[in-house]
């Protein structure tokens, strides 16, 4: 039995590909299109899917959409009478758009599979998920629980901003939901635009900017705001907001409660103040994510927690949660924003639609993901082959020589790309489509974000560290395969700040090193902790154990190899242009060796500014 997930039509479409009930495949549109948050029809990833499971179309015995349209449209209708006749504007826009597209995406799904395989019944095998179900079902089936809480938060669905389902083995029920316009994930956002950065894309610069600054406006955001409850549940006063009736996400209300209107990206400078926001917003963000688990945790009794939707991608405030401890257990789909729906919706569609009689199988301390490498890998043969036809110069060298042969590199201060097995699904690189450098170094954060990135010097780089060494250099002992915890520097392993050092304030803290990994010890000494583990990856485990005999330490700079704009790689050619384009000194395609003093100079391209800012 195969089942064919598909998200699409609002950002980050993606396909997936279960078989009796194991993930086979799964992939975003926009690492084939390079088109960074690609909403169009998955058909790339799709193709990728079946390629990956030896099929076609014909032989998917479902196919499963991700959220229902309808539901959307009755949002925008009842939201606009809601406030009518305010918002006549961004409803006049939105209407043609759904008329034309969005309302009939039922037809125009059939029409694109019907066109792959003329012979697919729509009418009985295409099923659609409701949006946050496809969240809780991405988050429990492959999580290592037999029974869970399940969380999703996110900006909205067709009406619902949050929710809590309880999983049982193969069973999945929602049990409590906040409705649209209340909203933690569009909160975050709102706070994303008044600071300068782009909705659905920026939010994360913002968690990244929160240490910079102090907490100074979360009092103001609580008692205005949001209408925060012991428990958890909120209200937003809709005043301060303008994402139901304009085409902005804050409102002339909200500048005149915090002085001053929202920052013009292209005009005005990042200061204090935006550091500051930054710093409330995460805060209050953290405070409510705290509220709600720790009051599920009581009614609930169950010690396992699962967490999905673009809110669960906060990795400061899944760190909170985990060290808050109310839940023994925590788990994290790696692919918690709507990409990870269309894999959620085709397991609600064998599990909970179609109650197929599949077992659900429970490995304690082992998820389903396989890692998350779930996207395309290329043979030796076909890498040389795209390699030698993009013009590229490289060496064939056995896996131990390219360990010793990048490790030595890293120890020696090089940036190096690293393309290895199968492309992961997800926001996050985890040492399939890295870029990787050496964490003692301490220009090498502000050097890969300049020189090779291209992007904010603010932006904090994450470390990957084998499994086995976590504990000894941070505060984390727990599995964080999928870059989803930050927990803290081991003390043994900070630097003591000197009196001129922690008098600094803002983006003047940047350069100060403190710790003995300073290229992945954030300003308030936290990390973004990747832990790496042989069965799931052996050749990028293999490398940090090199490291580690040449150096002391086991671990790594990890970011995503793409620039600034870009889509992580995903195919050789697209890893060789992007090496060429930026400073990075080496590339490791599989068995192949590049050296940048080797390469054509001619092909060398201007990167900086070959993609639009995120």
């Not at 009051?295 to 909170?320: F, Q, W």
């Not at 301390?365 to 110069?393: N, V, W």
């Not at 690189?429 to 974000?449: E, H, V, Y």
């Not at 983006?507 to 832990?531: C, F, G, W």
Request: negative net charge; contains cysteine.
């Amino acid at each position: 039995m195969r089942i064919l997930g598909l998200s699409a039509f609002y950002h980050d479409s993606a396909a997936a590909l279960i078989e009796d009930g194991q993930v086979v495949a799964a992939a975003q549109e926009e690492r084939f299109t390079r088109k960074k948050h690609d909403s169009n029809f998955p058909i790339h990833a799709l193709e990728y899917c079946l390629d990956a499971a030896a099929t076609g179309l014909d032989g998917v015995d479902y196919v499963a959409f991700y959220d229902k349209p309808f539901l959307k449209f009755e949002r925008l209708l009842e939201t606009y009478l809601a406030f009518a006749p305010r918002g006549f504007a961004s409803f006049r826009m939105a209407m043609p758009v759904w008329l034309r597209e969005k309302l009939f995406q039922k037809d125009l799904l059939g029409k694109k599979l019907t066109a792959m395989a003329p012979d697919f019944d729509c009418k009985s095998k295409l099923l659609f998920s409701e949006h946050h179900l496809s969240h809780a079902a991405s988050a429990f089936f492959p999580s290592p629980f037999e029974e869970a809480v399940v969380l999703t938060m996110d900006g909205v669905g067709e009406w619902t901003t949050t929710s809590v389902a309880i999983g049982k083995g193969r069973d999945l029920k929602v049990v409590k939901e906040i409705h649209f316009p209340h909203s933690l994930g569009l909160l975050y956002s709102a706070i994303t635009y008044y600071t300068g950065f782009r909705v659905n894309s920026g939010e994360y610069k913002v968690m990244g900017l929160a240490p910079y600054g102090e907490p100074k406006y979360t009092q103001a955001l609580l008692d205005n705001v949001i209408d925060l409850k012991p428990d958890g549940s909120f209200r937003l006063d809709q005043s301060y907001f303008d994402y139901c009736t304009g085409l902005r996400m804050t409102s002339e209300k909200f500048n005149r409660l915090f002085g001053r209107p929202a920052r013009q990206p292209d005009k005005d400078l990042l200061d204090q103040f935006h550091m500051d926001m930054a710093a409330s917003v995460q805060k209050v963000t953290e405070e409510a994510m705290l509220r709600l688990t720790r009051s599920l945790a009581g009614e609930y009794g169950i010690p396992n927690l699962c967490l999905a939707g673009g809110v669960a991608l906060n990795c400061v405030g899944n760190g909170h949660v985990l060290r808050d401890g109310a839940f023994k257990n925590l788990w994290i789909q790696p692919a918690a924003g709507d990409a990870g729906g269309a894999l959620g919706a085709a397991l609600a569609a064998c599990h909970l639609h179609l109650h197929l009689d599949r077992p659900r199988p429970v490995t304690p301390g082992k998820d389903a993901m396989r890692g998350s490498y779930l996207g395309p890998a290329f043979a030796q043969d076909d890498i040389e082959r795209r390699l030698t036809k993009a013009g590229a110069r490289f060496q064939v060298l056995d896996e131990a020589r390219v360990i010793d042969s990048v490790a030595g590199a890293l120890a020696d201060g090089k940036a190096v790309g690293w393309m290895q097995g199968r492309m992961e699904f997800g926001p996050r690189a985890l040492g399939g489509r890295s870029i990787l450098g050496d964490p003692r170094s301490p220009t090498m954060q502000k050097t890969l974000n300049l020189k090779v990135k291209y992007r904010e010097s603010f932006r904090p780089f994450a470390p990957s560290v084998r499994r086995e060494d976590v504990a000894d250099w941070f505060e984390l002992d727990a599995d964080s395969p999928y870059m989803l915890l930050v927990d803290g520097v081991k003390e043994s392993k900070r630097r003591e700040m000197t009196a001129e050092e922690q008098a600094l304030f803002g983006i003047d803290k940047l350069n100060v090193p403190r710790s003995e990994i300073p290229a992945v010890t954030h300003v308030d000494y936290s990390a973004r902790i990747q832990t790496v583990h042989a069965d799931t990856h052996p050749r990028y485990h293999a490398l940090l154990s090199r490291f580690k005999d040449l150096t002391g330490c086991p671990v790594l700079v990890n970011t995503s190899f793409n620039v600034r704009g870009e889509p992580i790689v995903c195919t050789p050619e697209d890893a060789f242009h992007c090496f060429m384009g930026t400073e990075l000194d080496v590339l490791a395609v599989g068995d192949c060796l590049l050296l940048k003093d080797e390469q054509d100079p001619s092909l060398k391209t201007d990167y900086k500014s070959a993609f639009e800012l995120d």
